[in-house]
């Protein structure tokens, strides 16, 4: 990340720009930095700007206590002034709820596209679950296991425990327990884990849910009700992707989009 902002509140905020065209900010799920989407950021520099940025907690970007979604919601109004004042906003996962939500709370922005908010239209007994791993999560960053709350995030997405353990032996761990506090923020970004749907009704501008067609049944659902709920909705289902989509593929979607 070769630019800094500030936030309102002080904390700096590290971003990157690439290309030319209308400008794409790129916002990350759990577990991840800027870097993440790096690669979709190149894919897209042909036709758009394309912004990545650390969000605070991660990264190059700083921190302050105490959390807030509307914090998050402020970075993302401070770097769309820092990179000409009109953007269109894309989030990954629990990045694509932050966007959502800021879109909902009203910040000037051209369009809103999302890919796989795992959201559900009710929780079919998992409220306990969702309960579970925000108590264990807190207790775990509380007390300094950064490893443990990394592997109580990775066994929520399904992971399994064999490859898990694996995971805790490759050198991608260090970076993962770096930003395993931001664990949290996420959770406070996800809610209840359902569909906010009289957020949702309140957004105002174009939105683009896109759902991979290899993904879960649940997650498809989501990303529908997504597009049926906000008053200007497009779906969009990408065939043979996962959760880890390929920018090769999400990229030209995503510059059509944010281009027409």
């Given at each position: 990340m070769d630019k800094k902002t500030t936030s309102r509140d002080g904390t700096a905020l590290a971003y990157q720009v690439t290309g030319q065209g209308p400008t794409v900010i790129l916002v990350s799920g759990a577990m991840s930095t800027g870097g993440t989407m790096a690669p979709l950021a190149q894919r897209l520099?042909?036709?758009?700007?394309?912004?990545v940025y650390d969000r605070r907690g991660r990264g190059a970007s700083g921190d302050t206590a105490p959390y807030s979604v509307g914090r998050e919601v402020e970075d993302l109004a401070v770097l769309i002034d820092a990179v000409g004042g009109?953007?269109?906003?894309?989030?990954?996962?629990?990045?694509?709820?932050?966007?959502?939500?800021?879109?909902?709370?009203g910040l000037l922005i051209r369009r809103a596209a999302v890919y796989e908010v795992p959201y559900a239209d009710t929780l079919a007994g998992g409220a306990e679950r969702a309960a579970a791993y925000k108590e264990n999560l807190t207790k775990a960053l509380a007390d300094g296991r950064r490893g443990d709350a990394v592997e109580l995030f990775l066994r929520l997405t399904g992971l399994g425990e064999e490859m898990i353990q694996g995971a805790r032996q490759s050198p991608m761990w260090a970076g993962m327990e770096a930003v395993a506090p931001s664990l949290?923020?996420?959770d406070t970004v996800m809610g209840d884990g359902l569909l906010p749907r009289e957020r949702l009704a309140a957004v105002s501008v174009p939105v683009l849910s896109v759902v991979g067609g290899a993904s879960p049944e649940w997650m498809r659902d989501a990303s529908r009700a997504i597009a049926r709920t906000v008053p200007r909705g497009t779906y969009r289902v990408l065939e043979g992707q996962t959760h880890m989509v390929d920018p090769e593929v999400l990229g030209p979607v995503l510059a059509e989009f944010v281009t027409g």
């Amino acid at each position: 990340m070769d630019k800094k902002t500030t936030s309102r509140d002080g904390t700096a905020l590290a971003y990157q720009v690439t290309g030319q065209g209308p400008t794409v900010i790129l916002v990350s799920g759990a577990m991840s930095t800027g870097g993440t989407m790096a690669p979709l950021a190149q894919r897209l520099a042909d036709r758009c700007t394309a912004v990545v940025y650390d969000r605070r907690g991660r990264g190059a970007s700083g921190d302050t206590a105490p959390y807030s979604v509307g914090r998050e919601v402020e970075d993302l109004a401070v770097l769309i002034d820092a990179v000409g004042g009109d953007a269109v906003l894309f989030g990954v996962s629990s990045g694509g709820a932050l966007v959502l939500e800021a879109a909902a709370s009203g910040l000037l922005i051209r369009r809103a596209a999302v890919y796989e908010v795992p959201y559900a239209d009710t929780l079919a007994g998992g409220a306990e679950r969702a309960a579970a791993y925000k108590e264990n999560l807190t207790k775990a960053l509380a007390d300094g296991r950064r490893g443990d709350a990394v592997e109580l995030f990775l066994r929520l997405t399904g992971l399994g425990e064999e490859m898990i353990q694996g995971a805790r032996q490759s050198p991608m761990w260090a970076g993962m327990e770096a930003v395993a506090p931001s664990l949290a923020y996420d959770d406070t970004v996800m809610g209840d884990g359902l569909l906010p749907r009289e957020r949702l009704a309140a957004v105002s501008v174009p939105v683009l849910s896109v759902v991979g067609g290899a993904s879960p049944e649940w997650m498809r659902d989501a990303s529908r009700a997504i597009a049926r709920t906000v008053p200007r909705g497009t779906y969009r289902v990408l065939e043979g992707q996962t959760h880890m989509v390929d920018p090769e593929v999400l990229g030209p979607v995503l510059a059509e989009f944010v281009t027409g």
